[in-house]
């Protein structure tokens, strides 16, 4: 079962059964850092991948296929729990006049993060999601306006049509699977109009991004993808952006393991972001 890039097995799963059975005083915490420690499960800096291993073991335990300790944080949860403010209301329309406004980029951090999560769960209509693995967050601003918001994540873990386009093995793809990243939200502002910004503001990220990823992982991404919704969206921002139309998913869902083909129809598109992006990935 493929969960946060790795696949579980049944030796992997009777291995968390026993440590479970076997140590009553150990932690949620703890078994995640053994699971990643016996398996050698690490991120490309060399440490361990403990919040991917966290979420996927919660996932697990939904599954039904582990029970995990009780939890031990006496704190209510607040994952689901996004605060509306006034900051995050709607306002006036804006128009930008093309090529008349500057675009930045910048990096959410601590204080910020709550605005980008109201905004998303508010406005996008995939709403907000917790992410597991490496992941970055941006707000867009014109000319010092807040405008957008994008968000970037780990990749899928199997598309047929993407590997096809790489033209990577099945162990390559394992190896080198973290190089490609996805840009899983964005979104521009409800109340903001101008002309070409979207592609301009997918642009601006394809150049700033790998910096941004290099400093904060250690290693440079060197492929994007992105899903579009095909009966919401054409793409057509991606397409000006010059990403690459590879395919349609086949509504399976992420984490699918029954052929139910219960999710909307998507369009994948890439964006290299490194000329020799088929040499790293099948290095």
Request: proline share 6%.
């Amino acid at each position: 079962m493929p969960i946060c890039g790795r696949d579980f097995s049944e030796t992997d799963l009777q291995w968390i059964r026993d440590q479970v059975a076997n140590r009553p005083d150990l932690n949620r915490a703890q078994l995640s850092r053994l699971f990643c420690a016996q398996s050698d499960w690490r991120k490309p800096d060399g440490g361990l991948k403990e919040m991917s291993c966290r979420v996927a073991l919660l996932r697990l335990e939904r599954e039904g296929l582990i029970r995990l300790p009780a939890s031990r944080n006496s704190r209510p949860p607040l994952v689901g729990q996004i605060l509306r403010t006034p900051q995050g209301d709607l306002q006036a329309e804006v128009e930008l006049e093309a090529g008349r406004v500057e675009l930045t980029l910048e990096l959410v951090e601590r204080p910020t993060s709550p605005l980008w999560n109201e905004l998303i769960d508010r406005y996008h209509y995939l709403g907000y999601r917790r992410a597991g693995g490496a992941q970055m967050r941006f707000l867009v601003r014109a000319s010092g306006q807040l405008v957008a918001l994008l968000g970037y994540s780990a990749a899928a873990w199997r598309v047929a049509p993407r590997e096809t386009f790489i033209g990577w093995t099945e162990p390559q793809r394992q190896q080198h699977l973290h190089r490609v990243v996805d840009n899983s939200r964005f979104l521009i502002l409800p109340w903001v109009r101008g002309k070409n910004l979207a592609s301009r503001i997918l642009g601006l990220a394809a150049r700033k991004l790998p910096d941004y990823w290099h400093r904060r992982y250690r290693y440079r991404p060197v492929l994007l993808e992105t899903f579009v919704e095909q009966q919401r969206f054409a793409g057509i921002c991606y397409q000006a952006a010059n990403w690459i139309y590879v395919g349609r998913t086949r509504g399976r869902g992420k984490w699918d393991r029954t052929n139910a083909h219960d999710q909307p129809v998507k369009t994948i598109w890439l964006y290299p972001l490194d000329r020799r992006f088929r040499e790293v990935l099948c290095g």
